[in-house]
């Protein structure tokens, strides 16, 4: 546990270096920049494009973050030649790469935390909260973003954990690409059964269907841990379709991400270097 934890630390001071702040920094500025340019507009609609750009921006930049920094970890550590190092300490394999999952783990975090503050901070300013602060931070509006990005953390926890399991066989740009399309595919499995489902209605069962369905299964459904259209429309939708099922989607995230970074640590313990 402890070389784990050592592992984990080193790769985050690592990646803090890596310029992962500017990306804040641009985020900072985007959400200041539109939160200004949105005050013109109605409360209410203003408030939900606000949450809308804000929410998305979270979720994309720790995508960018998991996935190009995350794809580059082990590949690095290889071509550099401190993998040798780090084997000679009596640091085995699996504790590496989950030294590597803990570290991008906690740069991503890190990294939505403060993005976290800067948004629930534009909305409590757009909401006139300096005036009134009470009243505005009783606003359903803070809970649903706050339940929102929570859900995301569980995503990212899938994303970095398949770009890990990328990054212990395959090389960077190949896992990025490849860490983008099962990402693009987990945000649209109920599309993609109700393809399947139309299909099979059509043509029967057949090889392609079959294909779709085992694709279907093996991706993850990141779809299920999405609530930002609860924490955007929460107003103006019924009771009935503002029900969220929390646990099988949090179940689904650490099932997912154990599973995927069990292979992650089976890959890395035969790659021969």
């Not at 494009?49 to 794809?71: E, P, Q, R, T």
């Not at 190949?174 to 099979?200: C, E």
Request: aromatic share 14%; proline share 3%; glycine share 6%.
């Amino acid at each position: 546990m402890t070389e784990i934890i050592a592992i984990g630390l080193n790769t985050f001071r690592e990646a803090i270096r890596n310029k992962v702040l500017y990306l804040i920094l641009m985020f900072a500025l985007l959400l200041l920049v539109s939160s200004t340019l949105l005050s013109s507009l109605a409360l209410e609609e203003g408030m939900r494009v606000i949450k809308n750009l804000g929410l998305s921006s979270i979720n994309v930049f720790g995508l960018l973050v998991a996935m190009f920094i995350g794809v580059n970890l082990i590949p690095q550590e290889v071509e550099s030649k401190t993998i040798y190092t780090i084997i000679s300490q009596g640091v085995r394999r699996w504790q590496f790469v989950l030294g590597k999952f803990l570290g991008l783990t906690m740069t991503v975090y890190a990294n939505m935390a403060v993005m976290t503050f800067m948004l629930l901070l534009i909305m409590f300013w757009f909401l006139g909260g300096f005036s009134h602060p009470f009243t505005t931070l009783g606003d359903r509006s803070f809970m649903w973003v706050t339940a929102a990005i929570g859900m995301q953390l569980f995503e990212m926890l899938i994303v970095i954990s398949i770009a890990i399991l990328f990054s212990s066989f395959s090389t960077p740009i190949l896992s990025a690409v490849m860490t983008l399309m099962v990402y693009a595919i987990g945000h649209m499995t109920n599309d993609f059964w109700d393809y399947i489902r139309l299909q099979t209605e059509k043509e029967g069962t057949n090889l392609f269907t079959g294909f779709l369905t085992f694709i279907w299964y093996l991706c993850p459904h990141l779809d299920l841990l999405n609530l930002k259209k609860l924490a955007v429309y929460y107003e103006l939708l019924p009771a009935a379709q503002t029900y969220f099922p929390l646990g099988p989607a949090v179940l689904h995230s650490l099932t997912y991400s154990a599973l995927v970074l069990g292979l992650g640590c089976v890959a890395f313990s035969k790659r021969d270097f």
